[in-house]
């Protein structure tokens, strides 16, 4: 089959993968280069965790995105995910029932588990001011995938196996009915599938989704850690505080890479049209929150700042459905969607081929 991916993102590179493949005639157009710097996917770095609170479907879902990027790295011929193993920590009522309910699902599907103590903190992991936090426990999986440098080897990837990549040709409108997009310069291009994995500019192509799907502006801030403690945090495993209201993630800075922040709040705001221009007070407000987190967090200062768009839909669930008997959404771009690119290409490939597979992928992208 003649198969269109709108989207030259993650989501859609993965897919076309997958598709192409299976031996179907792939193109991918995307509005900017490819990688896209402006894209949710291009970054210096994504995390890949186990830990998922009560959320059993994605704590296994997780399991099976291992073994897609493990395949994936046999065609890159390079292996760009970093092993680091996960500490999660929490001193709040909401971050420590995450704690506790991510152990529990953890261990009922057979994945070892230690908690630790606030004094096996402190003593373990010297880096992390223990005595802000009741909860914690390490996993030993987990690591930070090379986002940026995974988009591209992807895209060289699949040029040489044959499917078309059409960078700097945005998409202005789509005809889910007939499976048709039209170009900017008015060209309507025709398929037998249509897939629209179009990152934050999806309700712009498709303004239905606006009711369910929401644009996220987020701001990163990476970190410069004081003298003496670089070359620790690169042997450290990533850091999620499960705080609801000042709980952050901390991006180890492995392979070269900086060491990254980000709030786990949503803005819920923004276009990704927009100049991305970081706003100096969010990046600040980022720095504050993990100069909490960390043991003598004053001596952490801003490097650097970074704006990106998240797709938000409200129970963070993946969307990955038929919008007629012809054309897909995938949409599962809520800040964590990257680490199951692989399987999520996979599995929807998997439906194009057998249509009756629709309602139980779309189900299993949702975590149920």
């Known amino acids: 089959m003649r198969i ?4 030259g993102g993650i989501m859609g590179l993965s897919a076309a993968r997958s598709l192409a493949r299976r ?5 991918v157009f995307e509005q900017g280069n490819l990688p896209n710097p402006f894209g949710s996917s291009v970054d210096q770095h994504r995390l890949f965790r186990h830990a ?4 059993a479907g994605y704590s296994r879902m997780a399991e099976t995105a291992f073994q897609a990027w493990e395949a994936l790295w046999a065609d890159l011929g390079e292996r760009l995910m970093v092993p680091t193993g996960t500490l999660c920590v929490a001193g709040a009522e909401d971050g420590r029932r995450w704690i506790a309910e991510s152990a529990a699902t953890l261990e009922a599907q057979g994945r070892p588990v230690r908690r630790l103590t606030p004094s096996q903190l402190a003593a373990e992991f010297p880096l992390v001011d223990a005595a802000r936090y009741t909860d914690a426990i390490h996993l030993e999986t987990g690591g930070v995938l090379l986002a940026g440098r995974i988009v591209e080897l992807l895209a060289h990837h699949l040029n040489a196996q044959g499917v078309t990549l059409h960078a700097r040709n945005p998409v202005t409108s789509i005809d889910p009915e007939r499976a048709t997009v039209t170009l900017a310069d008015r060209r309507v291009i025709g398929a037998d599938v249509l897939i629209v994995a179009a990152g934050a500019w999806v309700t712009r192509l498709l303004p239905e989704t606006a009711a369910r799907l929401t644009p996220s502006r987020q701001t990163l801030a990476y970190l410069t850690p004081p003298e003496g403690v670089r070359g620790l945090w690169a042997r450290a495993p990533m850091l999620i505080d499960a705080d609801g209201e000042s709980g952050v993630y901390i991006v180890p800075p492995v392979a070269g890479t900086g060491m990254k922040a980000g ?17 100096p007070d969010e990046a600040y407000a980022v720095l504050d929150r993990a100069r909490r987190a960390l043991a003598g967090g004053a001596g952490y200062t801003l490097a650097n700042a970074a704006t990106c768009f998240y797709t938000v839909e409200p129970d963070e669930r993946f969307v990955i459905e038929p919008l007629t008997p012809a054309s897909w959404l995938m949409s599962p771009c809520s800040g964590h969607g990257f680490k199951f690119a692989p399987a999520l290409g996979e599995a929807l490939a998997v439906a194009v081929d057998d249509p009756g597979g629709a309602a139980a992928l779309t189900a299993w992208a949702a975590g149920r």
């Open 263 to 279: 709030d786990h709040r949503f803005s819920l705001e923004g276009d990704p049209g927009d100049d991305r221009t970081p706003d």
């Open 23 to 27: 031996g179907h005639t792939v193109a």
């Open 52 to 55: 998922y609170g009560a959320e």
């Open 4 to 7: 269109t991916i709108v989207g």
